[in-house]
Nanobody, 117 residues
């Protein structure tokens, strides 16, 4: 069983920046597509960004140009660099690991990001 542990959330003012990290256990990280999702109060969980094992990235339109996803396979860690944060970015951010060939789909416990003055 893969364990994912997120960190880096917190309170930040509008226009500020945060970097989220997600560390994975085990030795399959390099094979996985990693993703960041978020869930705001009263809303459904939504995709923020993904990065494949080949480092291809996708982003939600709402974060394009502001957020950057990256990965360090040597550290089994995926990052989400968030800049120019807006109040509407306030949510619990979840890390996700997927390997479709072995039907593996794991989630972290989430980290809260609050953007407020």
């Amino acid at each position: 069983q893969v364990q994912l542990v997120e960190s880096g959330g917190g309170l930040v003012q509008p226009g500020g920046s945060l970097r989220l990290s997600c560390a994975a256990s085990g030795n399959i990280f390099s094979l996985a597509t990693m993703g960041w999702y978020r869930q705001a109060p009263g809303k459904q969980r939504e995709l923020v960004a993904t990065i494949t094992s080949g480092r291809l990235t996708t982003y939600a339109d709402s974060v394009k140009g502001r957020f950057t996803i990256s990965r360090d396979n040597a550290k089994n860690t995926v990052y989400l660099e968030m800049n120019s944060l807006k109040p509407e970015d306030t949510a619990v951010y979840y890390c996700n690991l997927k390997i479709w060939t072995i039907n593996l789909d794991a989630w972290g416990q989430g980290t809260l990001v609050t953007v407020s003055s």
